[in-house]
């Protein structure tokens, strides 16, 4: 059965140093997006390519993260620094295009900044 | 306020009983409504969705919409253990859905 994959699954780090986090969505999706969710909270967009295209990154904190998703498939979010309010689930989900209703989450990256 | 506000919970209920779960939202623009169950360190899966007004049904899942109320809720018949999960509702007016925070639902044997 497809699936979005990400990993890591769990990952540790001190503030201040770098992380990222890397997903591969069903094959074929146009549409990825990066969502961050903090404990007891929904998931909150980040970003939402479209192909290679960002169409929306209002809500991603520019000055110190950073999404790309060079050939339309896989896709990395980078945090530089890290701080310890980054810490979160980082979910990925893609769905067919940005039509669809039903998008796919992979399991997610449990991010702990200490 | 947020656009979207959902009880957190936790709501307990014995097995067999029937679980309403609800969402209130601010934006009238909302035209898709959906339903996501969230399992302990798991990604969300989409349960159900419904288009604008209305109800739908999906085996013991019953979704339901109030436009004019901004109200939607999901009613779970014969609740089983296996259900014990965060429900998450999720609309959208374009392309960018917003999420609820979700209310955990323990369904005890």
């Known amino acids: 059965e497809a699936e979005v994959a990400q990993s890591p699954r769990y990952k540790i780090t001190e503030k201040s140093q770098a992380v990222a986090f890397w997903c591969d969505p069903i094959?074929?999706?146009?549409?990825l997006y990066w969502y961050r969710q903090i404990l007891g909270q929904g998931p909150e967009l980040l970003v939402q390519?479209?192909?290679?295209?960002?169409?929306?990154d209002s809500q991603l904190p520019k000055d110190r993260f950073s999404a790309e998703r060079l050939k339309g498939v896989d896709s990395t979010l980078k945090i530089q620094p890290a701080e310890l309010g980054d810490s979160a689930m980082y979910l990925c989900a893609s769905s067919g295009s940005r039509d669809d209703t039903e998008a796919f989450f992979g399991q997610g990256t449990r991010l702990t900044v200490v | 306020q947020k656009e979207v506000e959902q009880d957190p919970g936790p709501l307990s209920v014995p097995e067999g009983a029937i679980v309403s779960l609800n969402c209130t939202y601010s934006n009238s623009a909302f035209q898709y409504f959906m339903w996501y169950r969230q399992y302990s360190r798991k990604g969300p899966e989409l349960l159900m969705y419904t288009y604008s007004s209305g109800n739908k049904e999906d085996g013991r899942f019953t979704a339901q919409v109030d436009k004019s109320s901004k109200y939607i809720s999901l009613f779970i018949r014969d609740s089983q253990p296996s259900d014990s999960a965060t429900y998450l509702c999720a609309m959208r007016g374009s392309y960018i859905p917003t999420f609820g925070r979700g209310t955990s639902l323990i369904v005890h044997p």
């Open positions: 390519f479209q192909d290679e295209s960002v169409v929306d």
């Open positions: 094959s074929g999706h146009a549409t």
